[in-house]
């Protein structure tokens, strides 16, 4: 019965009785829909079957499946409802709606108070709390250990709702069957449009429950850059005016998500088409937010993600490995691609177990 194998107790209905957990499952059984489509989309096969499989097998590997998902969802709200309950950290409040951007003009303008430099400080500080809360590496060491033993697709005989499979084939593996190598190489690739970029927020927005205000899809216009192709490089940054030593060029927040589990980024992926799949697994880093040993997944959702690494051209620079803000190290002119040190944010995914 549906009971032995969910094994759910009397904390457990406490919790699915709260409205945050309705609205919490409600968005989950959408998208365990939803992604079991996707994933058979991303991989060419029919997902027909795995609803009416008459392979009893199957079909109690499928219910094993949903119940270790329901368990891992439990855990996670779990531990949103610890947040929740603390009010320093109300994550679903826009602190100031009405601020205005923050300033990208030269270094004066950096310490003009302004309402928006508290916003932005009040997301930084929620988001680190967060973090600091549950980061990648302890939620990858909670994993079921059905989650990380998973056969590979080839192997199976209908495509069920399989989380897994992206698990057990990981980042190296995704990346090679979509040819991502290729796609990495090729100079042709298009420059975003508002419809691309409103594409990739959709789809973080479905495919997160990372607890903090996200921001519309509205691109900015007010940094000091844009974007252009960038010889031998794909497309790159270039600086629009002149730029004056130790201004501030990008700031993380609040177009910077966050992606605290393997679950969550490869939801993600699978929901994009393939060329943006491979963009996102070029664009995307870890980093040690909290200063606490911990990483996690980081990724712009801005055109910040087209700085290039520039090596000794190198021209900005973080004023702490903890920070998501950029500031050029020397004046720059109009016209020069802007770079930073790649180095900074190594991508090691087995730390991540991806
Ligand atoms: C954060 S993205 C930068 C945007 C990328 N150029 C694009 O068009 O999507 C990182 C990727 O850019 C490319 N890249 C960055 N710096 C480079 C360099 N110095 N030479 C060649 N490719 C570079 C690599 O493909 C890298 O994986």
């Known amino acids: 019965s549906a009971s032995d194998i969910i094994d759910i107790d009397e904390s457990d209905i406490m919790l699915l009785n709260q409205p ?32 009416s499989s008459s392979n009893i097998d199957e079909e109690i590997r499928r219910l094993n499946f949903l119940a270790t998902s329901l368990r891992m969802e439990l855990d996670y709200m779990r531990r949103l409802t610890i ?6 950290e109300t994550m679903y409040s826009h602190a100031d709606e009405s601020a205005g951007s923050q300033s990208y003009n030269d270094t004066k303008s950096e310490s003009s ?25 302890s939620w990858v060491k909670a994993l079921p250990s059905e989650m ?3 056969s ?3 192997e199976r005989k209908h495509v069920v709702i399989d989380y897994d499979w992206v698990a057990a084939n990981g980042f190296g593996r995704m990346y090679r069957s979509l040819n991502c190598h290729n796609h990495a190489r090729d100079q042709e690739k298009p420059l975003y449009t508002t419809e691309m970029w409103r594409r990739l927020w959709d789809t973080f927005r ?25 010889v031998g490089k794909g497309r790159g940054n270039f600086a629009s005016r002149n730029i004056t030593k130790g201004s501030l060029v990008h700031s993380g927040h609040p177009n910077t998500v ?10 993600f992926v699978v929901g994009l088409p393939k060329p943006m799949a491979c963009d996102v697994m070029e664009w995307a880093w870890q980093q040690d937010l909290t200063n606490s040993g911990n990483v996690v997944m980081c990724l712009n959702m801005d055109k910040a993600v087209f700085f290039n690494d520039g090596e000794a ?16 190290s020397r004046d720059v002119e109009k016209g020069e691609e802007l770079y930073y040190d790649y180095g900074h944010f190594e991508f090691d995914t087995n730390e991540m177990n991806l």
């Open 20 to 51: 945050l957990a309705q609205h919490y499952f409600n968005h989950e059984i959408d998208f365990l829909a939803h992604h079991s489509m996707l994933l058979g989309n991303f991989h060419g096969i029919s997902t027909d079957n795995a609803t």
């Open 258 to 267: 966050f992606f605290l589990d393997a679950k969550s980024w490869f939801r």
């Open 113 to 137: 108070s302004n309402k928006n430099t508290s916003w932005r400080e009040t997301l930084a500080r929620m988001i680190s709390n967060t973090i600091r809360k549950a980061t990648w590496p």
């Open 83 to 88: 947040m929740m309950d603390n009010p320093d």
């Open 148 to 150: 990380k033993s998973a």
């Open 206 to 230: 479905k495919s997160t429950l990372f607890p903090f205000p996200i921001p519309d899809a509205n691109e900015r216009t007010d940094e000091p850059y844009y974007v252009a192709h960038s």
């Open 152 to 154: 590979p697709i080839q």
């Open 313 to 328: 051209k190198n021209n900005m620079e973080m004023k702490e490995t903890t920070s998501l803000d950029f500031y050029v």
